[in-house]
């Protein structure tokens, strides 16, 4: 973490937040904003959500932006400390978006296979899916941020970012750095409770953070095992099994070396066994985070207060750097006397 100055991370309210979330993306920001205080910078992006057809409804998309500031405050980001806030609230992300816009290729955004993937699934592809990494772009560099944690599925993301970057700094001069993406290394890419994909709102295989404990318990008690146990007596290859991560994810490590492993291997406990100590394991560490955000929809007006308060610190930093694109890239500024140049 040597060098690093400030870090700028997104997510979509596009529904509950999960699991995968929170181990690839969400703990993380939750460290770095204790090291970084206000120079860690974590933005609910509401203008991204657009381009999601199946999630987007604008009667809903004001309620799911204050629950995902909401959760990401139970979850550990303290916004008195470092800097929550909605993307919309900020206008410059936006702005600089467009600039970016007339200076990436066409090529570029066609070649982002998280676009190829999406626009399959769409009978008409909004242009806005394909300029998706490009706002996403205007995110980062809009606070010249160095330091992106996210999951495994961004970094071709943050790859266009650092060249975006780049184009701008070789056309209109040095500007902006190159960001790094920042993965957790336990958990880039956390499988989904069906054990064949990636976790992921649009699959339907997640577990919510707020979600009730009996309804995490019915998924975890139905989720597929290592296929060679099929009776209690036989023996099975932990990494062969969904359980076994998520025990590694949740679970104490020694409880996961001295425990599961040698006794899955030796059919010592059974898979329900096992499932019930995962379900202890993740309840130590979600439980508190579903009590803070009871406490927190009791009290609304702080998960408020805490967006208004990183509203101003983001556009803090935000309006000069835009001013100074404005300028380097020739716009003519209110009150300049360009026939003096
Ligand atoms: P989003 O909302 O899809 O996801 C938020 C974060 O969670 C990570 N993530 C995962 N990590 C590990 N395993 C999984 N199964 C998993 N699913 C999701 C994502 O990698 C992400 O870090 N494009 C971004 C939002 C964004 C952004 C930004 C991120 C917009 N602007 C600027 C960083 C910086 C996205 O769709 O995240």
């Known amino acids: 973490m040597a060098g690093m100055k400030r870090v700028l991370s997104g997510i979509q309210p596009t529904g509950e937040i999960h699991i995968g979330n929170y181990l690839g993306a969400i703990k993380q920001w939750i460290e ?24 987007y409804d ?31 609230h900020v206008p410059e992300h936006t702005e600089l978006s467009w600039v970016f816009t007339t200076q990436t290729p066409l090529g570029d955004l066609f070649r982002m296979t998280q676009f190829k993937d999406k626009a399959k699934k769409q009978k008409s592809v ?20 160095d330091t992106v944690p996210v999951g495994e599925d961004q970094l071709q993301h943050l790859e266009l970012t650092r060249e975006i970057a780049r184009r701008f700094n070789r056309t209109f001069g040095e500007t902006f750095p190159e960001p790094k993406a920042l993965l957790n290394p336990k958990a880039p890419r956390v499988p989904g409770i069906d054990g064949k994909a990636k976790m992921s709102k649009s699959l339907g295989n997640t577990i919510g953070i707020l979600e009730e404990p009996s309804s995490i318990w019915e998924k975890l008690r139905t989720a597929p095992t290592d296929p060679a146990r099929v009776k209690r007596s036989d023996p099975g290859e932990p990494t062969r099994c969904l359980i076994w991560r998520y025990h590694t994810y949740f679970s104490p490590p020694e409880l996961v070396k001295e425990v599961i492993e040698p006794e899955c291997r030796r059919a010592g406990i059974g898979c329900v066994e096992c499932k019930r100590m995962l379900f202890d ?3 130590k560490e979600l439980g508190p985070i579903q009590e803070r955000a009871a406490e927190l929809k009791a009290h609304p007006e ?33 009150g300049s006397r360009p026939w003096e140049d």
């Open 281 to 283: 394991s993740m309840m």
């Open 302 to 334: 702080r998960v408020l207060e805490g967006l208004e308060e990183g509203r101003k610190r983001a556009a803090a930093i935000a309006e000069p750097v835009m001013e100074e694109v404005r300028e380097k890239i020739g716009l003519m500024r209110p």
């Open 32 to 55: 770095l904003g204790e090291k970084l205080g206000r120079e860690a910078l974590f933005t609910i992006v509401d203008y991204h959500a657009l381009t999601n057809p199946a999630a």
């Open 126 to 145: 909004p242009a806005g899916l394909l300029m998706y990494p490009v706002l996403q772009a205007a995110d980062i560099l809009l606070y010249k941020a």
């Open 58 to 88: 604008p009667a809903l998309l004001p309620k799911r932006t204050f629950e995902a500031a909401l959760a990401n405050i139970a979850a550990g980001l303290d916004p008195e400390r470092v800097t929550l806030f909605v993307q919309s």
